[in-house]
């Protein structure tokens, strides 16, 4: 035995299991050789010659391993084990959900756990939701004007185009109120007042609503803000931006009052013989000449004599309707074709070369005639002046001729 043989045999240790005799004698295992044992190699005897070298205590192989490294070891595979099971329990409840909901079972959990869910707070519990805000849509002019040109006389009708115009409660052309003829969600229609001669040229058309605001008027092809819904939220800021639409201005729509040649003459003439008889071209009927003289601004007018209505400067012939007022009545109410009927109550559509009729004891025929010269609308009303002969007058106040004489009046619109 060698030295350190010899001191770990005097400590009672065991010889290395693994060591090789010098001698070459078999392995002995507890002192029983091994059978069949290889004989070791010098190079083998010298490596284990240099490990007996060492002190017991130092050798490394022969430690047991720590009792910490075997429990973290224990402990990852225990945490490996438990997220395997969750993940895989995860998928089968996911599995037997679907298959729960498929086949109509669970629906008790699914109501339990929707009641669950609402007596949970909420983090949204200072969130306020709100029925959304209706935004009314105002009326709107989105067009031009049909006709952009109409003679001071009145009569002419223009229509425009738009949004609620239904709504419109007044027409002004240049100030002067408009009479609506007819009135649609989507046309308005009205008819241009008559003026004074002196009123020829460009004027403003406003239109006004119930309430007396101003309608907005676009642009062609322009977009309006029709009746629409906003979150509540919203609201404040729609109501600002729909009264900032309300005072915004808008664009404005002109209408230029023209002449007219065919009432021109008519007036004219009116105005020019109405005291000095035309005895150079026509008939003079003494005391009952207001139809002749009406019916001779008619023919200045443009008007074309038939077989219904005429006179014959070689002979003095007339028809009746040419001479009489109730027969002139008759004849236009056959001829619609160039004059409407209109009561008293319709002033507001008379114009200029109109004809005014008047029933002075209500008998229901007409015993005098005149020609419109002159119309003004204004706030009380519309006043209407009349010229002719028999009362020779070139502006005759038609309430002032009722008011002295009596009776009613009636007017035929002219086409």
Known sequence: MTPDDTAAADAGATPDAGAVPENGAALVTGGTPVAGALRAEPADLERRAERRARHRAERVRNRRPSSGATRRFMALGCASAILSVSAFGAVAASAVDDTKLASGEGASDTVASADSADSAPSAADGDVIAAPVSIAARPAVTSGLSTAAAPFTGGTQVTV?????????????????????????????????????????????????????????????????????????????????????????????????????????????????????????????????????????????GWAMDAGWYYDRATGAMSPSWSSSTAMRD????????????????????????????????????????????VEHTANGTAVWVGGHTKDADYWNVDEALASGGGSVTYFSLR
């Open 161 to 301: 185009a738009g949004e609620q115009l239904d709504q419109v409660a007044q027409v002004a052309v240049g100030g002067v109120a408009a009479p609506i003829v007819a009135a649609t969600p989507d046309q308005l229609t009205f008819q241009v007042p008559a003026v004074a001669d002196t009123s020829l040229g460009d004027v403003a058309v406003a239109f006004t609503d119930a309430a007396g605001a101003p309608i907005a008027v676009a642009a062609p092809g322009t977009a309006t803000v029709a009746g629409s819904a906003a979150p509540a939220s919203l609201a404040a800021q729609l109501i600002e931006i729909d009264e900032a639409a309300l005072h915004a201005p808008t664009q404005s729509l002109t209408l230029t009052y023209t002449s007219n040649p065919a009432i021109d003459a008519q007036r004219d003439y009116v105005l020019t013989y109405w005291s000095s008889y035309n005895t150079a071209q026509y008939t003079v009927l003494s005391g009952v000449d207001c139809a002749n003289f009406t019916s001779q601004s008619l023919v200045a007018r």
């Open 331 to 374: 004849w236009l109410y056959g001829r619609p074709d160039l004059a409407t009927p209109l009561d008293d109550s319709q002033r507001g559509l008379v114009k200029v070369g109109d004809i005014a009729q008047f029933d002075w004891d209500g008998s229901g025929d007409r015993d005098h005639t005149a020609v419109v010269t002159r």
